[in-house]
């Protein structure tokens, strides 16, 4: 690679979506670039901490239970050709204060989309799961067909499969600017300026070093997560993946997996982060194991030991927390992915998949109106 070469397509980040739409794009004889200021699987981002949900029955519009179907499809696809394991079905738990939370429009949804859910009230979940304390406000929608991904071996494939199909991977190297017109993107980097007929932005929680190229209505935020020293009954094989929505606020886990205890972060709520900000680590803040851990004590006591690990990771989120995946509002051959909100990774494999299409195709089958800049006003979110 020269500082002369030209490319198809420029990814800038390559993280979960970046990655997984690199692979696309090789797979399918695309020139294809990825520059990433660090080196992915990184700890940097939003991708660390071994595992992520996937759930199908989803909130919102209805577009994210189609995309999850279909990022399922995909991740099954990356298993078999990477031969490494992706993805467990050990089920997850939807748990909810009856009083702060309804399961009622995703139940119906849901149906529709021949989901399978299971609604179940107190006792049940109490019978299945005993060593639960769930109160009798609470409810549940168990999804027996969801389950967990295991996060950085998921970069880890297709950064794999990407190189395998003829992708070039930059890493520890920040995009210090962009310029673009029609049919052209010039990328600066220390380490030279990189030529392309297209781009995707992809940086995560590192959009505003884009800036002033591109501006997004995106907060990076600082997230924690913990892993308790749980009883058996939280293991792999006996308990599921969860959320948890109570007057405490919303939390999502993970049953305890090789030894390593169960797993517990907080959706809500979290500290601004700025570019050029030192992210706190774990435990510098009271809340970070107190806010877990009163939560587990209130309804899994079982898991409620000591702690084992914390660990610290960023959201960036936008202000209705629904995605952006559209074209830059100046510049139609640069494509923008951002503001996964915490609940993005699940559909890095579909996402990749869409950016392919509109890089190749100009459009895309899957249903991406719901994530248009447009619906962010004023409008001005850009500067050429």
């Known amino acids: 690679?020269?500082?002369q070469s030209v490319y198809d397509v420029i990814i800038v980040g390559a993280g979960s979506m970046?990655?997984?739409?690199?692979?696309?794009?090789a797979r399918r004889g695309v020139k294809?670039?990825?520059?990433?200021?660090?080196?992915p699987p990184h700890t940097e981002g939003s991708h660390h901490g071994d595992t992520r949900l996937i759930r199908?029955?989803?909130s919102g519009d209805p577009a994210y239970i189609d995309l999850a179907l279909r990022a399922d499809l995909l991740w099954q696809e990356a298993e078999q050709l990477s031969g490494a394991e992706l993805l467990v079905r050990s089920g997850v738990l939807n748990l909810a204060d009856r009083a702060v939370y309804?399961?009622?429009?995703?139940?119906?949804?849901?149906?529709?989309?021949?989901?399978?859910v299971e609604h179940l009230d107190a006792v049940e979940i109490r019978r299945r799961w005993p060593a639960l304390t769930i109160p009798e406000s609470f409810a549940a929608m168990y999804e027996p067909d969801a389950g967990y991904l295991y996060s950085e071996r998921c970069i880890a494939a297709y950064r794999r499969l990407a190189l395998e199909y003829g992708a070039e991977l930059l890493t520890?190297?920040?995009?210090?600017n962009l310029t673009a017109r029609e049919g052209s993107v010039t990328v600066q980097t220390a380490k030279g300026d990189y030529h392309g007929a297209s781009a995707i932005l992809s940086a995560g929680a590192w959009f505003s070093a884009l800036e002033p190229f591109v501006h997004l209505p995106i907060k990076p935020v600082r997230k924690v997560v913990g892993w308790f020293d749980s009883a058996p009954d939280f293991a792999a094989g006996n308990f599921p993946g969860f959320t948890l929505g109570a007057e405490e606020g919303g939390y999502y886990g993970f049953p305890g997996i090789g030894g390593a205890g169960l797993k517990i972060g907080r959706h809500d709520t979290g500290q601004e982060w700025k570019l050029g900000d030192t992210l706190a680590p774990f435990g510098s803040e009271a809340g970070d194991e107190g806010d877990l851990r009163r939560v587990l004590e209130a309804y899994m006591p079982g898991a409620a030991g000591r702690l084992l690990k914390g660990s610290v990771c960023k959201y960036e989120h936008t202000p209705d927390e629904d995605f952006i995946i559209d074209r830059h509002p100046v510049h139609p051959n640069v494509l923008i992915a951002g503001g996964f909100s915490g609940h993005g990774f699940k559909f890095s494999s579909v996402v990749g998949e869409i950016l392919a299409d509109l890089t190749t195709y100009g459009a895309t089958s899957h249903n991406i109106q719901p994530f248009s800049i447009a619906r962010f006003t004023p409008p001005d979110h850009t500067q050429a």
């Open 102 to 116: 309804s399961f009622g429009s995703r139940l119906a949804e849901s149906e529709k989309r021949k989901v399978r």
């Open 18 to 25: 970046g990655i997984s739409a690199g692979y696309e794009l």
């Open 32 to 39: 294809t670039l990825l520059i990433d200021a660090f080196d």
């Open 56 to 58: 199908h029955a989803y």
């Open 1 to 3: 690679m020269t500082q």
């Open 172 to 176: 520890n190297t920040a995009v210090v």
